[in-house]
């Protein structure tokens, strides 16, 4: 009689299975990609040629990230080891209208560029030389011809669609609509993916995303033009199939908000799975957050299949100057950046005229905003003139002979440019109010945004902070949720929720998983931290680094991380896949990962 034989096998780690059932102290053996054992008694290790002591440890699925901005740096660099190294080995692609799939590389660095703050040239240069796909299955053969490192699930744009097909200029005026041959090849697109095993379809309408280049700066990104008539046709295609829109509302419209909860209802028709951005306790409406969670339920309630996304940490973003996207949504901050050119930039930034009108914009409270506007709640954190460093600009202004702090922002950014560094926290302040949405069926774990605005943020561990404030709650005696309610909301949940083939560790599931010590989920999680980028000509991006948190990362069964290191096999050898909707995703062969070394 033959002897059982594992690739791995993880000894004595609290196990978690992804569905929020009870967890046990567990042995886990991993072959050929897949778990082959869950078992309560220790497994014989005769053979096995990796055994990793997990005694005191976490093992849970891997965690599953459904918004990045991953298109362009998966093509130069797949192996996303940000997110790796945090227990992601999921992450989707295609948010916010975006995608590269039809789009030629100029229109792909317009389209990503200034929204998702990704360098244009760099978009068109890495857009440009990787382009070798026709359609969505072309597209997901050219992303598995390379070393993925996690798994890839993908909207397909709705902003990439119409660029595509409509060409930019006319793509992004409110005077054009899509002839019928044009709307019939956006259509075509759109189920040539579905059919391919896209998640579904991304679109935008909030409207202060903004074009860069130079034949269309400054207009908002084409989904935002579309009428409704193209939305709805589409729109038809994913009710009929069970995919998913992924959307964001435009919200200086409140009825945009209201006609997309309705459409997700259907009303005698099959519902609409709607994702919207996004759920967070802002500052600029400290009540708001209390909507979102009820809004979503009663709109279940009806019929409907709707989700908010949510950052279930503090939405603290950096900035280099003026430049960050926040200050899009008024006029006086979008001309600033619509200035492409430095000096002509500074010349608008010393003038009057324009300070008058940023100080107007500044002190106009009205109407719907993100960006709080208040800068006595924006810290400088680094500028050639140490003296303001650790205070406001609101404190610089009063130190300068009162000052109005929009007066004392501009005069730092005329002297310093993207040399003065400033950070804020925009929402998810208040720390009740994240533990009531963390538990809050309406909404979903995600919303990283990772990939993008490198120099803004970084949320790629965020993951990782629910489950400590998860494990510090239940300490402490004042629990929101289980450790095992975390951990599914953060996999299974997700996952079955957009049915991809990840998310669970159960016997016959794929071997995707993340060995984590809880005694390290402590405060290193939010330290600050920067790495450069290679494929963006070495720019530095913010990113976390909490290295003895994560123990091993495996995805199909191979370790790609092990005590916050890579291994030798992550971006040498594919060990992730395409995720196709609704389908189980074969092990890689032996035969399959050398075809991707690329040593």
């Known amino acids: 009689m033959s002897r059982v034989t594992y690739d791995t096998i993880i000894r ?37 040629p990796q055994v990793i002591d997990a005694h005191g440890k976490w093992v849970l699925p891997g965690m599953i990230d459904i918004h990045t901005h991953y298109d362009i740096e998966v093509l130069d660099g797949p192996a996303l080891p940000e997110s790796l190294r945090h227990g ?48 969505a299955e072309d597209y997901i053969a050219a992303l598995e011809a390379r070393p993925l490192g996690p798994n890839i699930a993908a909207f397909l744009g709705h902003s990439d669609m119409r660029a595509a097909t409509m060409g930019l200029d006319r793509a992004t005026r409110a005077d054009v609509a899509p002839t019928a041959g044009e709307q019939a090849r956006m ?63 435009d919200i200086a419209n409140p009825t945009n908000l209201g006609r997309q909860l309705l459409h997700s209802v259907g009303w005698r028709r099959r519902p609409l799975k709607t994702s919207l951005l996004s759920a967070a306790d802002v500052k600029t409406n400290p009540m708001a957050w209390r909507a979102l969670g009820p809004m979503a339920r009663l709109v279940n309630r009806f019929g409907g299949n709707f989700r908010w996304q949510h950052l279930p940490v503090p939405f603290e973003v950096y900035a280099d100057g003026i430049d960050f996207v926040i200050f899009e949504e008024f006029g006086a901050g979008e001309a600033a950046l619509h200035l492409q050119d430095e000096l002509e930039r500074t010349e608008l930034l010393r003038d009057e005229d324009y300070r008058r009108r940023f100080r107007k914009d500044y002190a106009n409270k009205l109407g719907v905003r993100v960006w709080q506007r208040d800068f006595f709640d924006a810290e400088i954190v680094a ?62 774990m995600g919303f990283s945004d990772a990939g993008a605005h490198l120099r803004n943020m970084a949320f790629y561990n965020s993951g990782l902070r629910l489950l400590r ?4 709650a239940e300490r402490a005696g ?52 920067e790495d450069t980028v290679d494929i963006y000509g070495g720019l530095s991006r913010m990113v976390n680094r909490n ?16 005590a916050g290191r890579p291994t030798d096999v992550l971006g040498r050898r594919r060990t992730g896949q395409f995720l196709r909707v609704a389908e189980r995703a074969p092990a890689l062969t032996p035969q399959e990962g050398e075809l991707a070394d690329v040593s």
């Open 547 to 562: 290295d003895d948190t994560v123990t091993a990362v495996f995805v199909g069964g191979q370790a790609v991380f092990r």
């Open 187 to 249: 259509e075509q697109m759109l189920i040539e993916a579905l059919r391919a095993g896209f998640l579904g379809m991304s679109s935008m309408e909030l409207r202060f995303d903004k074009v860069d280049g130079e034949l269309c700066r400054s207009r908002t990104l084409p989904s935002t033009y579309a009428r409704r008539a193209e939305r709805r046709r589409l729109t038809t295609l994913l009710r009929r199939s069970g995919r998913v829109l992924q959307s964001a509302p």
């Open 478 to 529: 004042t629990p929101f949720l289980t450790v095992e309610q975390a951990v599914h909301r953060l996999t299974g949940e997700l996952a079955d929720w957009y049915r991809i083939d990840a998310g669970h560790l159960r016997v016959g599931d794929r071997a995707d998983l993340v060995v984590i010590d809880p005694d390290r989920l402590d405060t290193g999680l939010e330290a600050y931290a």
């Open 383 to 444: 500028c050639p003139d140490t003296a303001v460093v650790g205070k406001s600009f609101g404190q610089v202004g009063r130190e300068r002979g009162d000052l109005h702090p929009v007066d004392a922002f501009l005069d730092l950014v005329v002297e310093h440019g993207k040399a003065l560094r400033w950070r804020t926290t925009i929402s998810n302040h208040r720390p009740a109010a994240l533990k009531k949405m963390a538990r809050d069926s309406g909404l979903q």
């Open 88 to 135: 992601v080995t999921t992450v989707v692609i295609g948010s916010c209208s975006l995608s590269t799939v039809h789009s030629d590389p100029v229109t792909a660095g317009d389209i990503f560029g200034r929204v998702e703050a990704i360098p244009r040239d760099h978009v068109i240069s890495i857009v440009g030389r990787h382009q070798n796909w026709s359609g």
């Open 12 to 48: 004595g780690a609290r196990w978690f299975d992804g569905t929020g059932g009870p967890s046990a102290v567990r042995d886990i053996g991993i072959r050929a990609g897949h778990v082959a054992a869950v078992s309560a008694e220790e497994l014989d290790a005769t053979g096995c």
């Open 469 to 472: 404030h998860v494990r510090d």
